[in-house]
């Protein structure tokens, strides 16, 4: 084996340390057998990248160099061997130094380490004096252009320049230049050459120069370009020939923006029996005349034609570079059957003066389309899509449109009953389809539309009301807002202050409690959904009642003094009333309104009612606040009535006896006067009585032959005297 000699010079050398040898392997080396420590050390002018021995990288930890002054340990195979390869960082050129083993360790290289370029080994030399040298590469279109190659520029119309755009590229390792006033040269006059811009092309650097060819007559040509520099190898040259035809149409086909060839087909692959499927096909025109297409005799051809048809076809005059589509629409009537069909396009292109094509396609037992297709709004860009199982399905497609007539366009494929559909607008309205693909492919039937609109955010609701409800409650009602799903109430002592969310509410109204009364508030209300919050509504305000007046006191009841049938019930004023409401019964229980007064007035008599019977009263007050809650009763008896019957019998001795029809109950006061008009004063009450009359016998301080008047009354349960009788009269004896 060769022996890799080291200068040792005053300058940073690159060492290699190791313990063991390798096999020669110029692409780096061979598969460990055992575990030994080798050892790289930089210690040249230069840092160093891709340092590879034996298969090893000898880069420091968490980088891809070795940098000068630097050393690097890897385990390698105990008999590696190989060719130590490097990058000098500086210029970027690859390096390899010569044949190692093991027995060379520790290995140094210094700046007269001897080395040659990878690629080209004629450049070799020390690691500090190893020429940079460049090296030309030409493309065109992206793609290399090898020297004396040929390249073809195809055909030309006469008088119409065409451009040959040429990449030149410096993929050595020092600086290209191109030399002489015109590097690139063209034999042929009829090729023009625009010169690079540039003399000069750094490492890894471009130019670009070009040729511009017109031809001026139906002929064959070519030209030698010539692209002299410094490069090694010498001058760089190649060829370009061109066609120059006559002006005429030049009809080709696309189909998937791919050319389709003279006799060849489209296929239409699996198609659902009785479904159809359709194809759009462009013919283009890259001639510069007019291409003109007998239209009549666009036909299909062909034993199964009748599975095809012809929706659109292509229009009769096409200019030059300009292009028209026609359609072709397949539906299969047999399953499992190879349908094909040849479609003829003649025009003056006398090249392709008919031009054919063949369209085919299998007819296919579809699967049923899904059930159960059901669509919902998740959010306001997000709809849900569910379906039931198809039996024997493999994986299902689903469409969307814009509208239930429209084209629905394939959005997504899964193997699931489900499909989110996502990025769509707000408060927009889908209609879906879903349909089923069996193992083989063929996609059956469409389900039939479903629609289903995204959520939005809700309006701003309209028709807030506000009304007091009583002297603590107000009741906020609006309209129902579409797509709401709740509605939040704001409330503010005025409208110039900030609103604050007093309330929710999932209907139309809310009723705001625990205010205070005759007070003025503000109300505004916003709708809400998933999607968010409206804005609020325009403010409304309504006040609250003012508060019921507190209940009267000092009730009072008595009977009327001029009436049997009367009662008069009075009570304190009550500041804050507008009103007052008397209440009776006949019983310490279930009491009616017999009547109301206005305030100040603060009695009322209860009439019509009867004699020498007790009633109880009870009174309130009211406003528009409401109405107190009643007054404890009191009671009080009606006065009885004046007895009748009453007769007097005289002619008695200094005696009189008075007599009237009895009162059941009542206790009787009698009284007397001398005149009829006159004052009567208390004389006494009955003696005695029977079961209907009762009697007095007025025998105190009479005189003889005297007329006296007599009236009787009596009292009721309260012990209030009634009514006087009518006087009577009788006279005593003489």
């Known amino acids: 084996m060769k022996k890799l000699l080291f200068v040792f010079a005053a300058m940073t050398a690159l060492v290699l340390v190791g313990c063991n040898q390798p096999t020669d392997d110029p692409n780096g080396g061979t598969t460990p057998v055992g575990a030994i420590t080798f050892t790289i050390k930089n210690e040249s002018s230069y840092d160093l990248s891709s340092v590879k021995w034996s298969g090893v990288s000898f880069a420091l930890p968490d980088s891809e160099d070795l940098l000068k002054g630097t050393a690097s340990k890897k385990e390698v195979a105990e008999d590696a061997q190989g060719y130590l390869t490097f990058t000098r960082k500086d210029s970027g050129i690859n390096l390899r130094a010569s044949l190692l083993t093991m027995d060379d360790s520790p290995f140094t290289i210094l700046n007269s380490t001897v ?39 195809g055909e030309i119309v006469v008088n119409n320049q065409k451009q040959f755009v040429f990449t030149l590229k410096n993929s050595g390792s020092g600086k290209l230049q191109l030399t002489g006033t015109e590097p690139v040269k063209s034999s042929n006059a009829s090729f023009l050459v625009v010169q690079p811009e540039s003399s000069e092309i750094a490492v890894n650097g471009i130019l670009q120069f070009i040729v511009n060819f017109n031809p001026l007559a139906e002929d064959d040509y070519s030209t030698i370009i010539t692209v002299k520099s410094n490069d090694p190898s010498g001058d760089f040259v190649f060829t370009i020939s061109a066609k120059g035809v006559l002006p005429k149409p030049i009809i080709i ?43 009549p005799g666009v036909v299909l051809s062909g034993e199964n034609a009748d599975v095809f048809s012809i929706v659109s076809k292509p229009s009769a005059n096409i200019s030059a570079g300009s292009e028209s589509k026609f359609t072709v629409k397949y539906t299969p009537t047999v399953a499992d059957q190879n349908d094909s069909a040849k479609l003829s396009i003649p025009s003056n292109d006398t090249s392709r003066a008919n031009f054919t094509i063949w369209f085919q396609g299998t007819g296919k037992t579809g699967l049923a389309a899904p059930t159960g297709l059901s669509v919902s709004a998740q959010s306001s860009s997000d709809m849900a899509i569910s379906w039931n199982l198809v039996s024997g399905a493999e994986s299902y497609k689903i469409y969307r449109s814009g509208s239930a007539s429209g084209t629905f366009i394939e959005i997504g494929t899964g193997s699931i009953t489900a499909h989110n559909d996502t990025g ?22 469409q389900s039939p539309a479903v629609s289903g609109t995204t959520l ?20 906020v009602s609006w309209s129902i807002v579409s797509g709401a799903v709740s509605y939040k109430i704001y409330r503010s002592n005025s409208s110039s202050e900030i609103f604050t969310i007093v309330g929710t509410s999932d209907t139309t109204s809310y009723s705001d409690t625990g205010l205070t009364a005759n007070t003025t508030y503000y109300y505004t209300v916003s709708a809400n959904n998933s999607v968010g919050e409206s804005a609020q509504s325009s403010f409304v305000s309504a006040t609250t009642n003012v508060a019921p007046p507190p209940t009267p006191t ?35 229980g279930s009491y009616t309104q017999v009547g109301t007064v206005s305030h100040p007035t603060t009695s009322y008599t209860d009439t019509g009612l009867s004699s020498n019977t007790t009633y109880y009263y009870k009174v309130s007050a009211y406003n ?31 005696s009189m006896l008075v007599y009237w029809d009895d009162i059941p109950g009542v206790n009787y006061l009698i009284y007397r006067s001398t005149t009829s ?25 009479l005189s003889d032959n005297t007329t006296y008047w007599y009236k009787i009354s009596s009292r009721n349960s309260d012990g209030y005297e009634g009514l006087q009788s009518s006087a009577v009269s009788g006279k005593t004896r003489p």
């Open 424 to 445: 769509l607008a707000e408060g927009t309205t889908y209609w879906y389809k879903v349909s089923a693909v069996s193992s083989d492919g063929t996609e059956g039937y």
């Open 253 to 295: 086909l696309l189909y998937d923006g791919n050319e389709i060839a003279q006799n060849g087909s489209i296929n239409m692959g699996a198609v659902i029996i009785d479904k159809s499927k359709t194809v759009e096909v462009t013919v283009k025109n890259t001639g510069v005349e007019l291409l003109t297409i007998t239209t």
């Open 456 to 475: 939005s955010m809700p309006t701003i609701p309209a028709g807030v009301s506000a009304a007091a409800a009583s002297s603590s409650g107000i009741t």
């Open 554 to 588: 000092g009730v009072y009841a008595s009977a009327v003094s001029s009436s049997s049938s009367g009662i008069t019930v009075s009570w304190g004023a009550v500041t804050t009333a507008a009103g007052y409401r008397i209440y009776r019964s006949t019983e310490s």
């Open 624 to 654: 528009s606040g409401g109405e107190s809650t009643q007054s404890s009763y009191k009671s009080a008896a009606t006065l009885t009535d004046a007895p009748t019957g009453v007769y007097t019998v005289g002619n008695l001795y200094r």
């Open 677 to 701: 008009s006159g004052t009567y004063t208390y004389v006494g009450y009955p003696n005695g009585g029977d079961a209907s009359h009762r009697w007095f016998i007025d025998g105190v301080g």
């Open 115 to 153: 080395v040659s370029e990878v690629g080209n080994e004629s450049n070799s030399g020390t690691l500090a004096s190893i020429g940079l040298l460049p090296k030309l590469e030409i493309k065109k279109d992206g793609l290399s252009i090898a020297k004396n190659e040929m390249v073809t520029g």
